[in-house]
């Protein structure tokens, strides 16, 4: 088996808006979907979510403030999962709770 990194992206969105019944059932979205890929044995690793803020540093040594300046979606946090290849990872992504609030998510290989 092979690792792969599925990386969440999702709009960037202002949940405080967002009550508390949708919160919940958004999180239990979240953890249905993990938790299919779980019963199958196939989570390596569960990444913690990521804050919004940050720096990013590019060529010539420039810094900007937050890693989202120019992009329309935010990377929200990330897991590992354990497949065959990369078609077998993908079909794992899908029912993601990311791409149903109209995110993505990128699956990539790890190379240890």
Known sequence: MKEFMLLFRQPSYDYSNASPSEMQALAQKWKDWVNGIVAQDKLSSHGPRLSLEGKVLKSGGVVTDGPFVEVREILGSFIIVKAEDLEAATTL????????????VEIRPLYM
Not at 93 to 104: E, I, L
């Open 93 to 104: 992504a899908h029912g993601c709770p990311a791409v149903d609030m109209g995110g993505s």
